[in-house]
């Protein structure tokens, strides 16, 4: 079977010799590579050309990473995809081990288990922890696993392509989150899946942090958008929307909110009428103060107060030298 690896770059040349490199050591003679250049500004282009001048190189104007693997989603010829982040790594043999995987087990997609490659001050990157875990750990239903908890770096996965015919195209209007989404996607779908326990990709972790951790209240509005579609995916599936769906949904829900209230009020207002459309007696399980306060003044006014209660207590922690 012809497999296509599909990279999407924007001013990658810092990552891209090593990426490729893990790339062009797999062990699976037929093999399609396509690096899509997102509108790189640097060198990632040229890099390409000079090291693997048999590969695909498509260059287009900067659209951001989903337009970025659709495109190459487009041009590929493969029997199965493999999608790759231009600064992550598969190991040797990941290719190998997952094709056999999705032959013998006749599965839609193939997920693997990964490691993170944290970037360390002074020291480069260094592999750390270890991610290995199924879907079926997180919940029993695939929709609600993949939509509030499951995650897996894009390179973990091996997709048939007939498969993916059902979910493409990846979600531009979900420029933060679109790799969780996708797997959500995936399971909507109908996916069959197989799980590979062995390490096959190292995602790498930068100092900076991800696109989620630079720019928190993006990655919270996309986080609702995407949890306002689901909901509309689900309640418009005969026998889509469950008591559980419903309790995954309120979940996600009170979880964004807290978050937003320290960083938007607005998106807080509007995560709290979603929650309140859903519950409108709604109590947060915990914490205890949490759920004290909402039942004497309501759930938006009970995150106000416990945030100002733990500030206080932040500021009563500090040190005298530390409150100077």
């Known amino acids: 079977m012809k497999v296509s690896v599909i990279i999407p770059a924007y001013n990658a040349e810092r990552w891209l010799t090593e990426t490729l490199a893990s790339v062009a050591a797999q062990e699976w003679p037929d093999l399609e590579v396509i690096v899509v250049d997102d509108g790189s500004t640097d060198g990632t282009a040229a890099l390409v050309e000079k090291l693997y001048p048999h590969w695909t190189l498509h260059r287009s104007e900067n659209r951001g990473v989903s337009h ?121 779908a109908g996916a069959v899946w197989a799980h590979d326990a062995e390490v096959g ?20 509005r996309d986080c609702h958008a995407s949890a306002k579609d689901i909901e509309r995916l689900w309640r418009g599936t005969a026998g889509g929307w469950t008591p559980l769906r419903e309790d995954a949904m309120v979940e996600v829900l009170t979880s964004l909110s807290r978050g937003a209230h320290r960083v938007d009020e607005s998106l807080f207002e509007d995560l709290c009428a979603h929650l309140e459309a859903l519950r409108p007696d709604f109590k947060p399980q915990g914490p205890r103060l949490l759920r004290w306060l909402s039942t004497l003044v ?25 409150a100077l």
């Open 298 to 322: 309501g759930y938006r006014f009970a995150v106000r107060l416990a945030d100002a209660v733990h500030a206080l207590r932040q500021r009563r922690s500090l040190t005298p030298s530390m």
């Open 201 to 220: 990709t190292l995602y790498r972790q930068h100092r900076s942090g991800s696109v989620s951790t630079r720019n928190r209240l993006a990655f919270l």
């Open 68 to 188: 970025a693997r659709n495109v190459g989603t487009q041009l590929a010829s493969g029997d199965l995809i493999n999608y790759l982040d231009a600064d992550d790594l598969l190991l040797p043999g990941k290719l190998k081990r997952q094709v056999a995987l999705i032959e013998s087990s006749g599965a839609d997609v193939v997920y693997g288990d990964w490691q993170v490659l944290e970037e360390m001050e002074g020291r480069g990157f260094e592999r750390t922890r270890e991610v290995r875990r199924t879907w079926e750990s997180v919940n029993a239903d695939a929709e609600i696993a993949f939509f509030n908890g499951m995650w897996c770096p894009t390179g973990a996965y091996l997709y048939r392509r007939a498969f993916l015919d059902k979910v493409l195209p990846w979600k531009d209007w979900l420029p933060v989150i679109q790799d969780a989404r996708f797997g959500f996607d995936c399971a909507h």
